[in-house]
């Protein structure tokens, strides 16, 4: 079993900077792929990145393709979200969440952090 907790989300200003954090337990972390996700109000929960266990195979949703970077670091049990040039269309609650498939879509997800709220204002 792994449990995902979240941090890092705040009020930040049009093309400001946010790092996200998901640290988890469980000893299964470091073979699962991690997930960030993002739900804003009114919206379906959209995929953002993804880390896979090697550290180095990343995806990112077109939206946010060159203004986010994603990272793991095994030996801390930390998936990290750096955001940068963010938009109003950013703000949303960024959720992290671990899978053992391949398949980058909530329903395939095996747990799930509770979120983090990320609002982006001018």
């Known amino acids: 079993q792994v449990q995902l907790v979240e941090s890092g989300g705040g009020l930040v200003q049009i093309g400001g900077s946010l790092r996200l954090s998901c640290v988890a337990s469980?000893?299964?972390?470091?073979?699962?792929?991690i997930c960030w996700f993002r739900q804003a109000p009114g919206k379906e929960r959209e995929f953002v990145s993804a880390?896979?266990?090697?550290?180095?195979?990343?995806y990112y949703a077109d939206s946010v393709k060159g203004r986010f970077t994603i990272s793991r670091d095994n030996a801390k049990n930390t998936v990290y979200l750096q955001m940068d040039s963010l938009k109003p269309e950013d703000t949303a609650v960024y959720f992290c969440?671990?899978?053992?498939?391949?398949?980058?879509?909530?329903?395939?997800?095996?747990?799930w952090g509770k979120g983090t709220l990320v609002t982006v204002s001018s």
């Open positions: 880390v896979d266990q090697s550290e180095v195979n990343t």
């Open positions: 469980g000893r299964t972390f470091s073979v699962s792929t």
């Open positions: 969440a671990s899978t053992y498939g391949s398949a980058y879509v909530p329903g395939n997800m095996d747990y």
